[in-house]
Structure formats: C-alpha cells, structure tokens
DNA sequence: TTGTCAGGCT
DNA sequence: AGCCTGACAA
C-alpha cells in the first residue's frame, strides 16, 4: 500500500515532462524512503535517473517496498488532467495492478481521481557507481539550455573543454564554427553564478540530441550541475529543493 | 582587416531579421566610413539598401575596402546565438574566407565566437539615383504595417493615393474594397506624427506582399518615410537613429 | 509539416 | 495586458 500527497502538484507534471522523451515505460520502485526510478533511454544510450524523497510528500507511506511499472506516455497524458496548483495524491494497493492519482484544486471544491492501469516490466537495473569526477561544473540551467540549443543549429555534437579559465562548449558544422565560454564566478547572483570544482581538465564530445533532451528538466531547477571525466559517461544532475533530483548520464562520443 | 565592435547587439539582429526574407546572399560593402549593402531581392523585383555609419561602432577599424559575401540566412543563424543584450563584435581578416562573430553578454562571464564561411557573390551593383519625389510621407511605421497587414486580407495590391488632405490606402478583392486614410499632422506626438511633403498628387499601386515584406524592418524605427513619384519606384525608408538606415525600393504596377 | 503552448517584448 | 515569436510535439 503506497499513498503520497504531493502539495505543488506542478513539480510532479515536470518531472514526467522532463523524462517522458526518453524513457516510454519504467518502474517507479517504491520503498518508505521515498519513490525512486531507473531506466535506459529508449535507445539504450542514456541513463535516467529519479529521486523522489519521502518528505517531498505530506503525508508519505509505504507499507512495502513497490515496484510500480508505469507507462510514461500513459502518465504524463492523466497529469494533464490536472491543474498546476492541483495537489496530488498518488495510492497503489497491494494486489498492485493500478495507480490511483487525484488531483485536489486549492479550495477543495473539485477532486478528480484517475486510475492508471500498471504493467510489467523488465527493469535493466544498471547499479550506477557513485565515481568522483576530475570536473563539476554548476551553471545556470538555463544558460545551458541556450548553448545546447545554439550549438546544435551548427552541429550534432558539442566538445565540453573543462579548465581553470572556465567551461568551453565547441560545435564546428558546414557553415562555420562556434563556441562559447562561461567563466567561473563571474556573475554576482548565487544562482546563475558559474562554479567549476577541477581535479584534471578534461575534454569530451557528446551528442547534442541527448544533451537538449536532457535539458527538458530546465523547468525543474535554476541550477544544473555538470560532472565530468575523461572517457567517463557525463552525469547532468537537476537538484530539486527539498524534493530530489533528476539525473541524466550520456557516454561521451569516442574520438576516431 | 574589418573591427567592428556594436554596443547595442539586438541593433544587427533585427536589421538581419528585416533584409533576410528578401536577400539570401549578398556582399557586405566595408570602408572607412562604414558598411554598406545593395542587393537585389530574390526575385529581382525590389532592391534593399542598408547603411551602418562608421560611428554606429566603437571601435571600428577598416584599414581597406572590404566586401564580405555573406549568407544572410547562415549569418542570421549565428546571429540568434547571442542575447539581445550582448554586444557584439564583427571582424574579418586580409584573406577574407571568413568572419568572426563574437558576442559578450554584459557582466563579461560568457563570450561566444562564431565563425562564418564567406561566400563569391556576384554583385549586380546597380546605381541608386537620389530622385526627389513629388510625394514624401513620413508616418507611424506600426500603422503603415498596421495597414499592410489588413489590407493584405482584401488583395494583392495596394493603391496609394497622396494629396494635400492626406495619404489614402485602397484595396480592392473579392471579398470587398477597403481604403484608409490617414490626414496630415493629426496625432500630437511628434514621432507618430503623419507629415506630407507635396509637390504633386499621385497615385501608385504596389504589390502587398513585398510591402509587408518592407515592414519586417518596423522594430528599427518608429516612423518610416515613403517616398513617391508616378511611375517610378516607391522608396520606402527606415532611419536607425544615429546609425544609417534600412530603404528598400519597390517599382509601381503598371495599369493595364 | 502543422498546430499548440509558453515566454519575451512593446 | 496584448501581441508576436520561438519551441515542442503529434
């Protein structure tokens, strides 16, 4: 038996926004700690990863832990059924073959309730290793979404040169080249301000299809977190106050 | 060797956004005393000419005559990589096989350069006669697309009519006929301010469809000047203050 | 390629 | 506050 209020509904819809393009079906794994999920792209080249603590909900139970096999389409079309300032109430029961969701508007004169049907699912359970990494770069989320949106009117793919002097992003394409380079700390504003924590300066080359699907969880954060090896899958995390996190992870592209 | 350095970024971007419907490609003239361009549209009906004075810039350095054959749908391209409030940076170097776009957003953090493959243009560089008209209306350039705009939903083609008592707009479709007629000197504003400057009546048609093209370069300037004589083209001219001009030129149709 | 929706600008 | 442009999904 799982039953979780989520007050600022809105956050749930852009979560499910944020991973929908990726990801088609999952499990939500359900245990007292919170809600959790895991799943290889639809091309099994990204990583999607989801958490969704206990506390982010008022109240939160979980009897047992759950693994709900959610189609995201499916989900993402019954939250539009709610307003953004809904709350939502999620409940599966034991037998586990449904998700019920309601929506409450503020006032509490309109309730809707949908019920999602469930479905099995093989969960591809990757166990991800918490590495460190030689670069961690925090920046405006949505100055990255600009650049990866930029970069990919010249090219397919974007080079993330990470030193001390700051973060260059490069595309070369056929009608010419572009990049651009954020500074460390410049700006005065804590949140927009750019922070790199460097052990190594690295250089890698990522696909910026993945990269602007990624950026879908834009919405979710005004920070996105960049972390970074050599020849290492690239972790973009989008914190969520309070609530979480999303995490994508993309294998950079290998040199020829 | 071109330097060319402009406070005001969005200035360039609107002035590529009101030539690039008309003008794919074209040659970019730069002197000493600014850069200049002459083209005919696509469709070798109306003519576009642009201005941007050497003192729109700070620095500008141009040792010698230059002309930089652009693509103005690529250039536009790089163009939206900056924000409106970037100031942006034009150079090119001896050879000339390419140019360099650099923006700079305003606390200095984020620098963006952008490459652009220079093209061969052939320029059919007509000569422009300073004709003085026998009409010259200077009005609202938001009313006169205002105008474009409602009497392009009536027909093709407009008819112009300038007398002393004002400017007189028809239009004439299957839907049925519309006329507007704006008097002289009526609103109080001095930049909104219709004025007619009369040495003779006249009438001419245009298509609508390259006026409402004209009228891509509204957002330059709050008021636009047409200039008139019988049976030769319309000069349709947008002053940016302090920094040249957009004109562009547009033959009468010929009554059958 | 078209229609819908959101964000920015005047 | 309204209009317009750009982005995103079907």
Redesign the pocket.
């Known amino acids: 038996m799982l039953e979780a209020r989520l007050q600022q509904g809105s956050l749930l819809k852009k979560i499910i926004?944020a991973i929908?393009?990726l990801v088609t079906d999952a499990n939500f794994d359900c245990n007292d700690s919170g809600i959790a999920l895991q799943a290889m792209d639809n091309s099994h080249v990204a990583l999607v990863a989801l958490l969704l603590r206990a506390n982010a909900f008022e109240p939160y139970r979980c009897d047992r832990n759950l693994s709900l096999g959610i189609s995201i389409?499916n989900f993402?079309k019954l939250l539009k059924c709610g307003a953004n300032d809904d709350t939502i109430t999620i409940e599966a029961d034991e037998n586990g073959d449904s998700l019920n969701l309601t929506f409450e508007n503020e006032t509490g004169d309109r309730t809707s309730q949908f019920e999602l049907k469930l479905m099995d699912i093989d969960s591809d359970h990757l166990g991800i290793p918490e590495t460190s990494y030689d670069a961690v770069v925090k920046m405006s989320s949505?100055e990255f979404?600009r650049i990866c949106?930029d970069l990919s009117t010249l090219s397919e793919s974007v080079t993330i040169d990470c030193t001390k002097e700051g973060v260059k992003f490069q595309a070369v394409g056929d009608l010419g080249a572009g990049n651009i380079t954020i500074k460390q700390g410049a700006s005065i504003d804590q949140e927009e301000s750019t922070t790199i924590d460097l052990q190594q300066n690295c250089s890698l080359t990522f696909s910026l299809k993945y990269l602007?699907n990624f950026?879908?969880a834009t919405?979710l954060a005004s920070s996105v977190t960049l972390s970074m090896s050599n020849e290492v899958p690239l972790l973009v995390e989008y914190k969520i106050n309070e609530v979480g996190f999303v995490r994508y992870y993309l294998a950079p592209k290998i040199e020829e």
């Open positions: 926004e929908k393009e389409a993402a949505a979404q949106r602007l950026t879908k919405p």
